[in-house]
């Protein structure tokens, strides 16, 4: 029989791998899903005949399972596209929050002098996953907007982030080498629980992606360790899996944006951010601005549109507009391209989701390589809520933030319009010379409304 | 060092190596899913959380093991479920790149 | 099916992933010092022929053993000198570029 | 101690794997074979203190040891570079041979009853280290040239080979099921044997590096079931690992020659190769020659020469020659590269390797997706002993066996010259309208002769 639960752990182990080669391919990735969800359903199935109830035990997992189930499926299910990430950071915040309490109970069934190789991973699962839980909390508030996003500093932050962690490893060494008595232990998880909120607290909320993808990647080692103490295999093979592929994850997607993983944690320490600066320091300059009418007019003749969306079109929720337009145009026989840069947006892939959503069809979703060259023939780009992907600093100021990363060359067309709210930076926070171009032309206002003004001008046009 | 814990290190450097070769070379375009769809995959924590629950007999296992299934359990419905929601959208986009060309033949 | 057994199983599983994954990217160019690589490393059934050899203690024994001690050895050896050798050419190029590069600059 | 050999066995592994990973990029994969090498050494070096030597046992390790390291180190030091392949088919034979000995050596230690999962990996290692053992000399010999190099087939092969492969199925079973007894499975060896033979007999020579490179994936997967009779960590990890490259790597090397595995192994079989008829449809066709002054002066008075190296210039060992020319045209102001396709020579990075053993310089050697477009800049393409790689055939005719293959597009310069022997065709066996193109000039010959020729004259021009 435990051949038969070994043999079926095994097989989920496989199905999860299968099910992340599946996922990191676009044709394959949806089947990825469901062959890794196959493995879950074949390790917990072998898991539950397994197991001994007690009265109370089998009440608790009955309506755990039904709670976690019902509040799993409405939260998946209703969230909003743009408030992906969020929802993502929840879901990794519990499987943190479960692998910590999982290691507190089985030290308390321990007794107060446990073997080495049975603390040393349940603290290591403590620890990591009350950091992961409280971590994913913050970057969930962060998003949601329930704070603010912008990086939260103060003086001396970094000592007392040290103060956390030197206690934590204190209380470390008290559970394994003096006594494993709650006290120790449970001080440990509200120790962990603040340096989680301390770690994200000074990382800005546009960074968030890549916190919560290393977040993730402490949960599966959390797991992996929960592994090492129940002698798991499942558990062991499946967390170590996440553990690694989110840590190389996380990397990629800084190395995205152009940036250091350092950077990205640590970057709001010691370095002032020159948004204001800048921005003001630019006052002096004029911008052009036109009529709705003229624009609806000079989109309506022109033969070729390129379409650049950005974050401000995701938070206005534009997406259905930009549509609209699009078709309208398409209709009058003007050629609409989108052209989408790997990082527009808040996360990768965003652009391409939420387009997606309001079912702009595949073959007019143009990646950055493609279209680029594109640019110099198109008469106008309808650049929607986006900014940082066409700053032409990239390519020219070496001193800039964003100096190196590839850039939509949106500037080599003929006509530039930027429907934004104002001539407030972007999110790297460096102002950006394009606005300022005699080629360009400002449309202040939220990307909605703008877009269904120019929608009705069109019509009339 | 035992026996089972050698064999257990092994698997763990083992599944390393696997975790990082896997990924190795996905596209940007899919990384949020692949952070998801991996997010739902260490929700098998809810094995060990059934371990813990099944067998509480005090009041403070009941409630430790209680609240590790339901986060455990929302961990792993929830990410595959949102995985699949995010995925849709790039399937739906296919098959609505298929159902413009079929359109365009009639 | 004994414990043993069953871990075996589990190494060799994980192994394939490994093995596979860890080519899936590798230049045309590349592939036969490759193949000579990996080709030395299964030479480490040589641990296999010394454990034979190391305690044959009949006729029989001393023959398999003394031919698996000489057959895994030179797999080994072969294996790993020939494709540093090959391994080599490709490094001169380098350096031969390099020591053009430096013959440019005087 | 058992801990700290098993610890040792997956340092091993891990430099293994390392290795490997480092194997597949061309600026590491030096450093990858010593990491290997090293890993190699700590697995042998946890090995030897858990040997109980008996007094003969510990001469024959000695000597084996000492006789198997002089072979390995004198035939790897001495063999050229052209005949590295066959050198690989030789070692690679040697460790399935190796391991189907071990496997016997076992059995024999068994009894005739051996539990099942004792006995299923040693028969598995016996047959398939012994097909992999004769299969790999047969290659050897094909490549050697000790044996004709054409497929060898006859009437009734396919039923022959399957009731030797029926025999073998029928000895698996007698010595699983009914007892193990040293003729049971002698007689499964020596089947094996004859099967490995038969095996690669009906390949063309000109395929041996992918049969090699199927035979070495073959090797660790005997090694690995050796691992799991001897219940040894290391030898399953790293023979899973070769099993598992190995055949990955021998679909990407069929695939890289444009063809499936399945036609490199079973084409022979019931296809009529149609060399000699193609050859002879043509012959009353006719050919431009010229004399080796004017070929001279042609190339001296070039702004642009590319060179096509295929694998007549490998049999008749001229890269130094072709370097030679190409140095003096330089220093006569011509501009000269070298044009290499993926699967010129009879190797995969033949080529790559012949010119850098001559001292080309890095930057001559131009891949061909980087130089395809320069052939209509080049005056002269000089192709010294290639012919399918610059056959427009491959994009011309949907019926021949190279169609689709990415070519040279050698087609394209202002003046072409063939240096060959004969108009016979190359590899594929078809022939190359490119030969009797009016832009074209033969020069028939051996390659190294030829170019010793033109060196002459070009000095003299
Ligand atoms: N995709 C990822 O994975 C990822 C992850 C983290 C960070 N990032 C970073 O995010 C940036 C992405 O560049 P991006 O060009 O897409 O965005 P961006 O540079 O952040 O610019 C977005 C612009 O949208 C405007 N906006 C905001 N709300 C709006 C609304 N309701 N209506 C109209 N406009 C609105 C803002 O200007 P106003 O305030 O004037 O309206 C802002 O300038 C890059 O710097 C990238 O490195 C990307
Ligand atoms: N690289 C690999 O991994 C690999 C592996 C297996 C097969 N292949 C196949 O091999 C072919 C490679 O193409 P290729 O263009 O390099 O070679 P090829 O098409 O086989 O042509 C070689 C030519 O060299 C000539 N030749 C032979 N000996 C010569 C000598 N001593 N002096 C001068 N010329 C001589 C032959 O013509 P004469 O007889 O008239 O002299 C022959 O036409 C492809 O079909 C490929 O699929 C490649």
Same mark, same amino acid.
């Given at each position: 029989m435990t051949t038969l639960y070994a043999l079926a752990y095994l097989l989920a182990a496989i199905l999860f791998i299968l099910g992340l080669r599946q996922l990191s391919s676009p044709r394959t990735a949806r089947n990825g899903n469901y062959t890794a969800a196959a493995g879950m359903v074949i390790a917990?199935?072998?898991?539950?005949?397994?197991?001994?109830?007690?009265?109370?035990?089998?009440?608790?997992?009955?309506?755990?399972?039904?709670?976690?189930?019902?509040?799993?499926?409405?939260?998946?299910?209703?969230?909003?596209?743009?408030?992906?990430?969020?929802?993502?950071?929840?879901?990794?915040?519990?499987?943190?929050?479960?692998a910590a309490l999982v290691a507190v109970s089985e030290l308390l069934t321990f007794g107060s002098h446990p073997p080495i190789n049975e603390a040393l991973p349940s603290v290591f699962s403590i620890v990591i996953g009350s950091v992961s839980f409280?971590?994913?909390?913050?970057?969930?508030?962060?998003?949601?907007?329930?704070?603010?996003?912008?990086?939260?500093?103060?003086?001396?932050?970094?000592?007392?982030?040290?103060?956390?962690?030197?206690?934590?490893?204190?209380?470390?060494?008290?559970?394994?080498?003096?006594?494993?008595?709650?006290? +120790?232990?449970?001080?440990?998880?509200?120790?962990?629980?603040?340096?989680?909120?301390?770690?994200?607290?000074?990382?800005?909320?546009?960074?968030?992606?890549?916190?919560?993808?290393?977040?993730?990647?402490?949960?599966?080692?959390?797991?992996?360790?929960?592994?090492?103490?129940?002698?798991?295999?499942?558990?062991?093979?499946?967390?170590?899996?996440?553990?690694?592929?989110?840590?190389?994850?996380?990397?990629?997607? +800084?190395?995205?944006?152009?940036?250091?993983?350092?950077?990205?944690?640590?970057?709001?320490?010691?370095q002032v951010r020159t948004t204001a600066g800048a921005a003001a320091g630019k006052e002096g300059r004029s911008v052009r601005t036109s009529s709705i009418e003229d624009l609806a007019t000079l989109l309506a003749y022109s033969r070729r549109v390129i379409i650049v969306p950005g974050y401000g079109l995701a938070v206005a929720q534009a997406q259905h507009a930009v549509r609209e337009l699009a078709d309208l145009l398409e209709k009058k026989g003007v050629e609409v391209d989108y052209a989408i840069h790997p990082v527009a947006g808040r996360m990768p892939g965003h652009m391409n989701v939420l387009l997606a959503e309001a079912n702009v069809p595949y073959e007019q979703l143009k990646e950055m390589d493609e279209i680029n060259d594109e640019f110099k023939d198109a008469d106008v780009v309808l650049v929607v809520g986006a900014n940082d992907v066409v700053n032409p600093a990239a390519r020219t100021s070496p001193g800039s933030p964003i100096f190196g990363m590839p850039i939509l060359n949106a500037d080599e067309a003929k006509n530039i319009v930027f429907l934004k709210r104002s001539m407030r930076p972007g999110f790297a926070g460096?102002?950006?010379?394009?606005?300022?171009?005699?080629?360009?032309?400002?449309?202040?206002?939220?990307?909605?409304? +703008?877009?269904t003004k120019l929608v009705n001008a069109v019509k009339a046009a | 060092m035992t026996n089972e814990l050698l064999n257990e290190l092994t698997f763990f450097v083992l599944a390393v190596f696997v975790g990082i070769e896997v990924i190795s070379k996905v596209p940007t375009m899919l990384h949020t899913p692949l952070m998801s769809g991996t997010n739902a995959i260490h929700g098998i924590i809810l094995v060990g959380a059934l371990f813990i629950a099944a067998g509480a007999n005090s009041p403070v296992t009941v409630?430790?093991?209680?609240?590790?299934?339901?986060?455990?359990?929302?961990?792993?419905?929830?990410?595959?479920?949102?995985?699949?929601?995010?995925?849709?959208?790039?399937?739906?986009?296919?098959?609505?790149?298929?159902?413009?060309?079929?359109?365009?033949?009639?």
């Open positions: 917990l199935g072998a898991t539950v005949p397994q197991l001994h109830f007690t009265g109370a035990g089998a009440v608790i997992v009955l309506v755990g399972v039904l709670v976690g189930a019902s509040v799993g499926t409405i939260g998946a299910r209703q969230v909003k596209m743009t408030a992906i990430p969020q929802m993502v950071a929840l879901f990794n915040g519990a499987g943190g929050g479960a409280a971590g994913s909390l913050v970057a969930f508030a962060k998003l949601q907007e329930l704070m603010t996003g912008t990086p939260i500093t103060y003086p001396g932050q970094q000592l007392v982030n040290g103060l956390i962690a030197a206690a934590i490893i204190g209380f470390v060494i008290a559970v394994l080498a003096i006594a494993s008595i709650p006290f +120790s232990f449970l001080s440990l998880m509200v120790l962990a629980l603040i340096l989680g909120v301390a770690f994200v607290l000074p990382i800005g909320g546009a960074d968030m992606p890549v916190v919560i993808s290393l977040l993730n990647a402490f949960t599966g080692l959390a797991v992996a360790a929960s592994g090492f103490t129940l002698n798991n295999f499942a558990l062991i093979v499946a967390g170590t899996l996440v553990g690694a592929s989110g840590s190389l994850l996380t990397k990629l997607m +800084s190395d995205a944006m152009g940036r250091s993983l350092r950077n990205v944690l640590f970057g709001a320490f010691g460096i102002d950006n010379d394009l606005l300022y171009d005699p080629k360009t032309i400002m449309l202040f206002g939220d990307a909605k409304d +703008s877009l | 409630i430790l093991g209680f609240l590790a299934v339901v986060l455990a359990t929302t961990n792993v419905v929830g990410g595959f479920v949102v995985t699949d929601r995010m995925l849709e959208m790039f399937k739906g986009r296919q098959a609505a790149a298929k159902t413009a060309e079929t359109a365009n033949i009639k």
